[in-house]
């Protein structure tokens, strides 16, 4: 019986390949050495499998209690709006709290990763308090200068943890956003509401007809941009739900 040898060149190449992975391991843990990997809540040094928060801080994140999520306040806010079913929030919103820091490291500190791994979370959370089913995940769009400016849609990153632990597919083609942000710190509460007027475009908004539908966002502040949106898909979509990482209580 003769057995096919596989040629010398693919074990070499396989040894290198080894090799080259071991040797990125012993470096990243030498520069977790030298430069360890802080807390974004007490600024403790992380070990290893810590992200971004020790384990410390993140089970003493201000978890909203209420049974799945739920947020009473916001759905009788979006209670106005008939397809809208429930509103769920993960983290309390409180200022110059840790749900402050995350959102922060978000939009400001290029925390792509930390955006998923909060969709995670957030995701899990969920699993484990029932089954949320719906069509599609669909993240608030950027306006596409700031996506590119930032380098990422903090609200498309948690939707894909979410669509891990939900099993929900992310639909992110059917609106965009077609006018540039203000600086909303500046306005008013009325102001706010006024500008999101024509701020978002359905481009494909009959693919979501009949369709239940999960809106993604990282924050709910005023609500407008939320009813915006809401409003654009609400008559093709047969029900919404609203989930924001963080809002207020
Ligand atoms: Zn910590």
């Known amino acids: 019986m003769t057995v096919n040898k596989p040629p010398r060149e693919a074990i070499s190449r396989n040894n290198m390949e080894l090799l080259t992975n071991c040797l990125g391991v012993i470096w990243k843990d030498f520069v977790a050495l030298i430069y360890p990997q802080r807390c974004i809540g007490c600024t403790t040094p992380l070990v290893k499998h810590e992200q971004y928060l020790c384990t410390r801080c993140f089970l003493n994140l201000p978890f909203f209690e209420s049974p799945y999520c739920q947020n009473q306040k916001l759905s009788v806010y979006f209670s106005f709006l008939p397809k809208v079913s429930s509103v769920k929030a993960y983290l309390v919103l409180n200022k110059k709290g840790l749900t402050e820091s995350i959102l922060y490291g978000l939009k400001y500190h290029g925390n792509k990763e930390l955006a998923l791994l909060m969709g995670k979370h957030f995701g899990a959370s969920l699993t484990s308090k029932g089954v949320l089913k719906a069509d599609y995940l669909i993240p608030i769009p950027l306006h596409p200068d700031k996506e590119q400016k930032r380098g990422f849609n903090q609200s498309r990153e948690i939707a894909k943890g979410l669509s891990e632990k939900l099993g929900i ?46 809106l993604v966002d990282d924050v709910i502040t005023t609500g407008a941009t939320m009813v915006a949106v809401c409003e654009l898909i609400g008559p093709k979509v047969s029900e919404i739900t609203i989930l924001a990482l963080a809002t207020g209580k």
């Open 169 to 214: 597919p992310i639909n992110d083609e059917v609106i965009i956003r077609t006018k540039e942000e203000q600086v909303q710190s500046k306005q008013d509460k009325v102001t706010r509401w006024h500008n999101q007027g024509g701020v978002y475009t359905g481009v494909n908004v009959d693919a979501l007809i009949g369709k239940s539908v999960i």
